[in-house]
């Protein structure tokens, strides 16, 4: 406590305070400020109005990061969901462990109980803690029986609450976990999920394409639910399944059940949307609401959505105790396994901004993420941040502000970036580590795992690690070269002219202090 207090204290009397006349005071603050981490998924660097998007409108975003700090130099974890999801919660870069890639739906839990994590580390600091929306963190120990307790899952890893889907929108099962039991679920109507072969009788993608609102590729043509054929293949539950156009509505529900429940203490909730993931199936309202087809439109829902929650901690009278993290857990994709119309209604619109490739990718495209970051009276206002944040610094962050000291062993890349989060320090890191790995699968069959690709960021300098084999991903070349890959981002934020040719003492010495950082086994001092 004293020490948060003496953290509090430093925030709010510190030097930098004098200098940044837009910072009021708050009267009488919390010593611990509510966080809502909303983390969209596969939202892009340039999807959002604040980050320059013209043809697509977010005003309820873009509002946030006006009363708040917007960075441009934020990436996430990894290029996908699994690995960056990982390294949020628990400070340790996914590719220091084994099996962080994007997991099937029916994946064992990979955050392992007794593990440190984010919730587990606010818990001790006093806080209710809550998960609602996408898991994809695997559940279990190998075989789930979805229709018992299911478990370990969110709360054997330091949350108080869950309401989430196991794996993503396109993965079986299509049900909602409370806590540990699928809700909905009638017991007469069991569910059992496969990955590998087709069980029961019903309808798949690829049998009856006419019964799809949109088609799917191979991948994404297994059993139908709600129109859309999923990956993987599912029986039962019928009275469980999501409705996708309904599931944002319902989660929001959710999100702001729990903050009203907790508004008299301190709670942390992890709010992990859905947008503009595929498969994009907006709520009615939002249909042609952005002009760019699906993928615009859940965007459009992801912004309402985020206005709705803001209001409701105004209206419940604890937005200026709330501290707000908004960013996205990998960059974006048009096409991603659907027939949405996605590229073709794109028009001039970069979902990347100026950066290269998007999700999957090395190239600054796949993890170069918005983030905004805001806590009124407290992180500086209408500010753009120029720091290098990484979401892995998420726990070391927030153990900073609320006091809890890290073990020496656990969260072990993550760097300490309060500061900067509140938009009072621009270096931030000296360096962060991309990453990307891939599961390679043809049908629904795992048949090999990608390579894992790292690369070093530092400076102006992006060095590109050559690896085993080329990739490509959808016919996206994702950016991975037998050979060495150098760029500046100051001169070409595009990653085109690769200077390792040029280049070589440089090229190798970052090969070196990344091998460095990997052999280490951390990079946290
Ligand atoms: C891929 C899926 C893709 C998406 C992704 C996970 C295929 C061909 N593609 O394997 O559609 O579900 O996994 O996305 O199966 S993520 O954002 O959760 O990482
Ligand atoms: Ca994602």
């Known amino acids: 406590m004293k020490s948060t207090l003496s953290r509090r204290a430093l ?39 604040c980050y320059g998007a013209t043809a697509l409108r977010t005003p309820h975003v873009d509002r946030l990061a006006a009363r708040g700090t917007r960075f441009v130099n934020a990436h996430s974890p990894s290029a996908t969901c699994t690995p960056s999801r990982y390294a949020l919660l628990t400070g340790d870069y996914a590719w220091r462990a084994s099996g962080t890639q994007i997991l099937p739906g029916d994946a064992p839990a990979l955050i392992r109980p007794g593990q440190f994590t984010l919730p587990h580390m606010l818990k001790k600091a006093g806080y209710a803690t809550g998960v609602v929306g996408k898991w994809h963190l695997g559940l279990g120990d190998g075989k789930v029986d979805w229709n018992g307790e299911i478990a ?12 989430f889907m196991p794996a993503t929108l396109d993965r079986v099962p299509t049900v909602l976990i409370e806590n540990r039991r699928v809700v909905n679920l009638v017991p007469a109507d069991p569910i059992r999920v496969d990955y590998k072969a087709k ?12 019964q799809l609102k949109f088609k799917g590729d191979p991948e994404h043509s297994n ?34 059940d729990f903050v009203a429940e907790r508004r008299d203490k301190p709670f942390f909730l992890y709010f992990a949307m859905n947008e503009p993931h595929v498969p994009r199936a907006p709520h009615p309202r939002f249909v042609g609401a952005s002009g760019m087809g699906p993928r615009g439109d859940t965007i459009v829902q992801f912004d309402w959505t985020v206005g709705a929650l803001m209001e409701k901690l105004a209206e419940i009278g604890i937005a200026d105790d709330t501290l707000v993290v908004l960013s996205s857990d990998n960059g974006p994709i048009l096409f991603d396994g659907y027939d949405d119309r996605a590229v073709e209604l794109a028009g001039d619109h970069k979902p990347s901004g100026p950066y290269r490739s998007g999700k ?22 209408g500010h753009v941040s120029e720091a290098l944040v990484d979401h892995v610094d998420m726990v070391a962050s927030l153990a900073a502000l609320v006091g809890q000291a890290l073990p020496r062993d656990a969260a072990v890349d993550s760097f300490d970036m309060l500061m900067p989060l509140m938009g009072r320090s ?11 790995k891939l599961m390679v ?7 090999s795992s990608g390579a894992r690709i790292l690369a070093l960021r530092t400076g102006d300098w992006k060095f590109i690690r050559g690896s085993v084999k080329p990739h490509e991903f959808h016919g996206n070349a994702i950016g991975t070269l037998r050979r060495h890959q150098l760029y500046n981002l100051a001169n070409d934020p595009g990653e085109r002219e690769n200077l390792a040719g040029k280049m070589p003492d440089l090229t190798a010495r970052l090969a070196a202090r990344l091998d460095k950082i990997e052999k280490d086994g951390r990079s946290r001092p």
């Not at 200098?19 to 959002?48: E, F, Q, S």
């Not at 621009?426 to 990307?436: A, F, K, Q």
């Open 11 to 49: 925030l709010l009397a510190g030097a930098g305070v004098a200098a940044l006349p837009r910072v009021a005071l708050a009267a009488a603050p919390r010593t611990k400020p509510n966080i809502i981490l909303i983390y969209a998924d596969d939202l892009g660097y340039g999807d959002l109005g």
């Open 152 to 163: 370990p899952g969110p709360l054997d890893i330091g949350f108080d609450y869950g309401y």
């Open 199 to 210: 069980i029961g009788d019903e309808p798949t993608g690829a049998e009856h394409p006419e």
């Open 223 to 256: 059993t139908i639910v709600n129109g859309i054929s999923r990956i993987g293949y599912m029986t039962g539950g019928k009275a469980a399944r999501w409705k996708d156009e309904e599931l944002t509505d319902q989660l929001l529900g959710k999100a702001i």
């Open 360 to 381: 999957y990718s090395i190239y600054e495209g796949g993890t170069r993420v918005p983030m905004i970051v805001s806590w009124p009276g407290h992180v500086r206002e």
């Open 426 to 436: 621009e270096p931030g890191r000296d360096h962060v580590i991309e990453d990307t």
């Open 441 to 447: 699968t043809t049908g629904s069959t795992v048949a």
